[in-house]
């Protein structure tokens, strides 16, 4: 089952907003304050009512300023004129046949309005008692892995703080999530209609992954912004155990994530040898094995009760036999893990095949015997193209000369 919103791709410039407006998504509370600041309002009020905004913006997912009732007519008037809440326009949005999501997500620059727009693929898997959403952080990637499919796309930018919400709130707000929300009528989204609660209170959206287009520590400080208004309890309120951030191994950036942000971290391994894992995440040239698990042991926060999830795809004859399953134990060795096997999902032009079952429920024998959990993630969306490594959107890089007539 699919649903398409017809929209204008055509339509890729428009013209310059004059003035541009700022979009408050995004903008941890001392910055909100300091925008109302600007516009005048005096600093003992803008704190207070950042306050109020975030709580509009992120608890109940208000878009219209008006809506805000114990926000002052004049000051809803000032925000009206100076500010929006720049949710992305939705483009399509599929359903598959086992309830996975995948929204194409529209998003104009927030500095040029005149430049073409962006778009990125979101998706929201249910499950029994929970419902995780997989964020993107950049349209396209640098990274080139040879298994997955946004790879293919070159990088065109990097999503800010909040687009990148954007894509939580977006999804929230089509979920019914929000207080008074109204959960969709096809019957594969589990729990309540219009819960609106706080995690573990029949939220349809319980858990964030940032596994979706993109290499999230290449757009560090816009992830790490969105991510602390995520889990802070006056914001999305999602707790940070419940968030993961997946890297493909960008050792600079790993101490700093469980430092500054604290959420659970998840590496795509796919390979035990660095000559194989080369041809496959080829950011292991740069850092190879040897240095990504030194950072993963030395992880802030890691313990048996905040394991870190190896992800390890797949991949008939190439990286699925026995040894390679004995010498990923010996790997791990002293870092409390848990590794995710995954079947390779398929995509147009791919050269890999998919381990057979019986290879891979082999390999996880081998695994769990050494005492590590090691479930086989059982493909969601294959059908919309909105499994693990099937991302992707047709968004172009710009030339350089392009962008300079464009921007004038």
């Known amino acids: 089952m699919s649903i398409a919103l017809n929209l204008d791709h055509a339509a890729a410039l428009r013209p310059a907003a004059s003035p541009v407006k700022q979009s408050l998504l995004g903008l941890a509370r001392p910055e909100l304050a300091a925008a109302l600041i600007g516009h005048g309002v005096a600093e003992r009020e803008a704190r207070m009512r950042a306050n109020q905004l975030w709580n509009w913006l992120y608890q109940r997912g208000t878009t219209d300023f008006a809506e805000m009732a114990n926000i002052g007519k004049p000051l809803r008037e000032l925000l009206t004129a100076n500010f929006v809440v720049d949710r992305p326009e939705i483009v399509t949005e599929q359903v598959s046949v086992d309830g996975t999501r995948k929204w194409l997500f529209r998003f104009r620059d927030p500095n040029n309005p005149r430049l073409p727009p962006v778009e990125v693929e979101t998706v929201y898997i249910p499950d029994s008692g929970r419902g995780t959403l997989c964020v993107s952080s950049q349209v396209g990637c640098t990274l080139t892995c040879s298994f997955c499919h946004t790879g293919t796309q070159r990088l065109v930018r990097n999503l800010t703080a909040g687009e990148i919400l954007g894509q939580i ?68 309120s999602l707790s940070k155990r419940r968030i993961t951030l997946s890297t493909s191994g960008v050792v600079p950036f790993i101490e700093p994530t469980g430092r500054e942000i604290g959420v659970m971290l998840a590496i795509s391994l796919h390979a035990v040898r660095d000559d194989l894992r080369d041809m496959l995440v080829p950011i292991n040239k740069k850092y190879p094995l040897r240095e990504l698990l030194d950072a993963c042991r030395n992880y802030p926060g890691l313990s048996n009760a905040r394991r870190i999830t190896f992800e390890y795809v797949m991949l008939k004859d190439i990286n699925d036999s026995d040894a390679d399953a004995r010498e990923l134990v010996r790997l791990l060795a002293g870092i409390p893990a848990k590794i995710n096997l995954i079947p390779f999902n398929p995509w147009p032009g791919n050269n890999y095949d998919c381990s057979a079952s019986s290879r891979i429920e082999k390999f996880a024998d081998i695994v769990n015997a050494a005492g590590y959990a090691s479930p086989v993630r059982t493909p969601r969306g294959r059908d919309i193209f909105a499994a693990c490594g099937q991302l992707k959107s047709e968004s172009e890089r710009l030339k350089k000369t392009d962008r300079e007539a464009l921007t004038g």
Do not use: C, H, W
């Open 169 to 236: 709130l977006m999804a929230r707000d089509r979920l019914g999530d929000f207080p008074g929300g109204i959960r969709p009528t096809d019957g594969l989204v589990p729990g309540p209609r219009g819960s609106g609660g706080s995690e573990g209170d029949s939220r349809a959206i319980t858990n964030v992954v940032m596994m979706g287009m993109g290499e999230p520590l290449y757009n560090y400080d816009n992830v790490k912004q969105a991510l602390l208004i995520a889990s802070d309890e006056a914001g999305v």
